[in-house]
């Protein structure tokens, strides 16, 4: 084959030719766009992938904090109960104390019992 029966089959053929090359040039584009949109799709996958690992180590901190206030206010909590028992202990033994005061003061002496309750509720004594 020379160069001249080259020539001559391109010229009757340029058509079929062009339109090889021309969904040759379309493949090899579609090609090159489809291999960029999967370089992108990873990429986003990859960004996905961190953004969900981002967001459960802030997950496991705040449970983590949560945990910790809970248990704080636990503490806490026992703390006054703790508190609130012993005082309430303290004014029962308050209460046990004055309440033998008065009946000492009932059995022996009668008008200085009269006279704590009066100067205790503030009454008046009438006759």
Do not use: C, P
Request: glycine share 0%; aromatic share 10%.
């Amino acid at each position: 084959m020379t160069w001249a029966n080259v020539l001559k089959f391109v010229l009757k053929n340029w058509k079929e030719i062009l339109v090889v090359l021309s969904l040759s040039l379309v493949s090899l584009k579609m090609r090159m766009d489809y291999n960029a949109l999967h370089e992108a799709y990873e990429i986003s996958k990859e960004e996905t992938r961190e953004r969900i690992e981002a967001l459960q180590a802030i997950h496991s901190e705040e449970i983590a904090r949560r945990e910790h206030a809970l248990d704080i206010y636990k503490n806490a909590l026992k703390d006054l109960r703790r508190e609130y028992e012993k005082s309430k202990k303290e004014l029962e033994e308050e209460k046990q104390k004055r309440l033998r005061d008065y009946e000492r003061l009932f059995s022996k002496d009668k008008e200085a019992l009269s006279n704590e309750i009066i100067n205790t509720y503030g009454f008046e004594f009438v006759e």
